[in-house]
């Protein structure tokens, strides 16, 4: 038996500790063999392949990023996609494939699996962690400890100068990193994709923060948006992989406070600081128990599903159930964080 | 409405977010009025009290220890100890209790509000992880962080020297601090005080880690003890509480493995250091989600519960079956893990 | 002996570590009272005194921030400052001042000691490690930590991904932060207030660079500008203190690297994080001996001095020749990093 | 030209960022090639090489440990230990040595370079930072960072608990570990091997502390004694490299004081924790230092010399007199520290 691994999307701690887990467990216990395909479906598109055993994976469990690199290329955007992957799938004698990534890189799996008959197990991966089948993904846990230690950082400066203090953290469609970070990091206003904010309220809830001595710190999601007519975004452009980038909101945050409430207020951008660098001890520990568990299915010739997080087991569940919906933030956990507001 | 709270036991990051939690919900949403006891369950035998108000929790969410103290105090084990409770917390005009610990302070509020009637609500604690009720206790993940960032430092001294490094991390009765950390640190033996460990396997996969020319890392629990007729402990003592103390098994096991491979080896003892200071992120998170649904079960008069973690929902289960079983490394899980040992 | 202590100027991880070690030791070895002024020179001026023993000082050593407060207030600026200093002085029976803080703080207390017989002493407080006196402030080493770490994190994004990923520290008129963060976290290229830069040759590293395989990592000081000609800064206002704030390289220097080269680029603005949370342990130790010798000055009469650190020594130095020059990057120290760019 | 690099003696966070420098700066700059020698003076007695080009240093910067291995070999131990030195650099085409390493490692180099004529240029490591030309070592600052945070996280069990908490941290024959991240961390004890301890006065500094409410911090160097006849270590025996191992002053500290006080006592053995893992920025940006001013060394001739820091500046010292002292904490500094004892 000799599997495939890839990892598709954009960088998410934990990719290393999963290709580690399936590599150390499937030769070690099931004696197979691997290779690894670079670049996420651009490898096995043009049989971009690289050497994969356990000499290769040795001392990668702390090391952020992929050693597999990663893309968005998509095989059914390229002309002959399937047969070119089933070519060189078969030139490089493989059997099954693991695919690690997001939506859209599980999405290409379960097609494979479903629709040609090419046998995947996925792994999921978003540092989002916005995906319905699996209480978290790992990746996660690691942005909102990078947030969170921001968040720590500014509470000093909060204290001792008269400012309000804007974090933008990641989150385009979803608020979990601004939601669990603003309420580990102690911030007095959260904005999260889910739900249009009001400026006047922010500007509401700073301004009764002055009052008892202290600055307002305010967490916001990339992807919030006030109101209608309440902004007007400065820049609108789609990046090279066709999504919208909205850059800015913080930045346009920070200086319509200073023009509503007459205080000054300074921005933070974490950016990629949130998605790189050794993934957390949670993190390594999903990661790596996703990966013992995703060899588990090859085994099982259970190839469709992707393993999932349910409580503290992992369980497997059909890919394209599994990525049908986005995990949003529910209205009423949002509304429980409120109490902290202001 | 007037609530009590106390934190008992030993210390544990995020009894500080907990309590501020409950008295800032309790206020700003149900415009209770709190009361803190001093030192967990001394406080209410003695009467000792301590203002519980909004601004008595500002600043506490990332700060370790309890700014309420702990003891472990037991009221059951003092003359008249209910009667003089009862009496307290009507001189404070006390409604109801919430009571912040692990299996013995639990266990008080377990009694006193079933077969006492004084009502009590409950949040469990233990740096250990073993309660079964709940999926997570908080505290845990900051510790298996400190010990993982510790395993992390050991790597680059195993790479450079030959030397067994051996790292003695909590667990006294359960290995779930070793699994975690030892799984996320990329240990190459964990051993765990639910299986008693052969030393001469331990020694077995010392020496094929020599041979692939790397210094292997042992995580040893507290309370792990080698197979019969395999060691004396030097030291068999109890502590001030009553409870055993075996100190010395990551020294004792550093001087065998010396002793029987020929290889330096040296012990790291982490002690303390994974109980104290700032909570991790999902720790607080977790803490403040507790304190949020505890203050739930109070105003909803659902006494005799304590809050617990499933999935990502806090639901509430009797305090008295939650408490009733220790929860210990699962045999299939710990075996799940050993593909990474040797 | 009464000795009143003030902190001026921007937010400083280290402050709270010179006001303990001053108060520790004045009031332990020379018996002297305290008395805080909030605010920095605003205390003064105000006569708005907080008290300042050894409780009050008790555990505030590893916190950012600064429990006197702080502020930009100059007394020279204020009508009759200085006859309002000196009676509040009087008032408070203060026979010395201590005061902590930037060129702008100590200029005022070197006037004051000079030219109107106010005794003061001064300990240099900078983040931006730009006073010429002396080889450390304190608070540097710990806004260095932070940036590191950050592009520490980076590094992994730019293995897997081909981004850009531009880094914009503090720095407004000298570039220490960006150069020690960029040389300890291995940056691709620094920008440097001192030094204008060519547009052109960042394009040209930039290209280079993902020519082994590998993104490139911009590190740039807020204050660093390109040639004439070459940039037209969209944002020239002016902050509450009347400072020029040109906030935007950053977010400029990614846009413009995209259009000339093609390449995606993703900035992260690290701001007031760099200036918050607990200080480094070279801080702490730094801050906390410019403490004990500020202290030793006023017994000695010593004043119109401050602290200062020379090699492994603390020595003092007259006030108005430490503050008289801004200590910029030596271009040969700058051109000796370069060999790391590209 | 072709220049050897080695690193000898303990593991130190900093030897590949150092190694890293000199061969960026050699190659980019001098056109020079180099070659790596294996695990200290074994490599060159051995004939024991590795390549050692850019690509081979790309990425190490971060990393704790040494690419190029280490040992504590000696080559004037060596049956013609000289004679194969030289062979073997004739071999590889060697001209000068670039050697890392502490006071044994430097020895040999001071005799290669000044009795044998083979050409060497030094770069002084100890983490323990006891070497007298020279304000720091690399590695030292990372040490104390480790220790550091340890007593943070140990501040919050001595508040909440009633127990005295003890921390040995590395330091055999100097207290500079100690002396640092004790005063950085807070300890309200700090002992170190440079002066003996009273045992008595010990427990009177920790008494005196409980009386504030507040659990006392001991910190103690490995190499800390107590008065004569106050102990007998329980453990005498010499490592594999003859020197002298005094293991357990921490745990006996612990025992005694309980013992003497009835207090309970608990000991963190930081071990290796210290030496191991990513290099703090100001050690990052130390050895980087340190290793394009070695290589400007061997460009200049200047051999038998090695690198230092004085202020902020690196200069040249000759080998033989920078290694002929320990550095070790000066008593006045020590009793400087006293104001915070108790």
Same mark, same amino acid.
């Given at each position: 038996?000799?599997?495939?691994? *890839? ?37 096995? !598109?043009?049989?971009?392949? #690289?050497?994969?055993? &356990?000499?290769? #994976?040795?001392? =990668? %469990? ?5 050693? *597999? ?24 004698? #493989?059997?099954?494939?693991?695919? &690690? ?48 230690? /921001?968040?720590?950082? !500014? ?9 309000? *203090? ?10 979990? =990193? ?11 206003? &959260? !904005? ?7 400026? +006047? ?5 700073? +301004? ?35 999504? #919208? ?5 913080? +930045?346009?945050?920070?200086?319509? &406070? ?33 990966? *013992?568990?995703?060899?588990? /299915? ?27 919906? %986005? ?16």
């Amino acid at each position: 038996m000799r599997v495939g691994v *890839l990892t598709g999307g954009g960088d998410c701690p934990g990719l290393n500790a999963v290709i580690r887990a399936v590599v150390r467990k499937g030769t070690q216990e099931y004696e197979y063999d691997f290779v690894g395909f670079r670049d996420g479906w651009r490898g096995p !598109l043009e049989g971009d392949t #690289v050497p994969l055993d &356990i000499p290769a #994976v040795r001392g =990668i %469990l702390p090391r952020g990023g992929t050693i *597999l690199g990663s893309s968005r290329t998509n095989p059914f955007k390229q002309e002959d996609g399937v047969r070119r992957i089933r070519e060189n799938l078969a030139k490089n004698e #493989v059997d099954a494939l693991v695919a &690690i990534g997001g939506e859209d890189t599980l999405g290409v799996a379960a097609r494979l699996s479903g629709e040609h008959g090419i046998p995947c197990v996925g792994v999921p991966k978003t540092i989002d962690n916005d995906l319905s089948a699996t209480d978290y993904t790992f990746g996660f846990d690691t942005a909102v400890g990078v947030a969170t230690e /921001a968040i720590d950082r !500014l509470h000093t400066t909060a204290e001792s100068h008269m400012r309000v *203090l804007v974090v933008e953290v990641m989150g385009r469609h979803a608020g979990w =990193i601004a939601l669990h970070s603003g309420l580990a990091g102690g911030a007095n206003v &959260i !904005l999260i994709p889910e739900q249009r904010f009001d400026i +006047e309220q922010v500007c509401d809830w700073v +301004e009764s923060r002055f009052k008892v001595r202290y600055a307002p710190i305010v967490v916001v999601a990339e992807g919030a948006m006030p109101k209608d007519g309440q902004m007007v975004l400065k820049d609108d452009s789609t990046d090279s992989f066709g999504h #919208v980038r909205l850059s800015g909101v913080g +930045e346009w945050l920070a200086k319509e &406070i200073e023009r509503r409430t007459g205080k000054e207020a300074r921005t933070t951008v974490l950016g990629h600081t949130q998605r790189g660098g050794t993934p957390s001890a949670f993190d390594r520990w999903l990661a790596t128990r996703f990966g *013992l568990h995703a060899i588990d /299915a090859v085994r099982d010739g259970d190839f469709g599903k992707m393993v999932a997080l349910r409580g503290t087991d992992i369980v497997r569940v059909p890919i394209a159930e599994a990525t049908a919906k %986005l995990k949003t933030v529910d209205p009423k956990l949002y509304s429980e964080a409120g109490v902290f507001f202001g």
